[in-house]
């Protein structure tokens, strides 16, 4: 087979966070505490889905924010 590989993951992955990011700087423009929130979710359902693990590879602001500091299970 020649040619690229059109199921590319990183290049996949990087057209999905590109258009995550656009999505959530227009989010933010109408309204900046809603995507606070919706953020907050996404972190704590990718913790979730980690059983966890994610909480440790953030800084403790983000944590703490999200809702996923050490003092209060997610």
Known sequence: MTGADPADPVAATDDDA??????????????PVEV?????????????????ALREHLPEAIRVDAGLDASSPA
Do not use: P
Not at 22 to 28: E, H, I, T, Y
């Open 18 to 31: 590109a258009e995550l990011i656009a999505q959530l700087r227009a989010l933010a423009g109408a309204d």
């Open 36 to 52: 606070r929130q919706v953020v907050a979710e996404v972190l704590a359902a990718l913790d979730r889905a980690a059983g966890g």
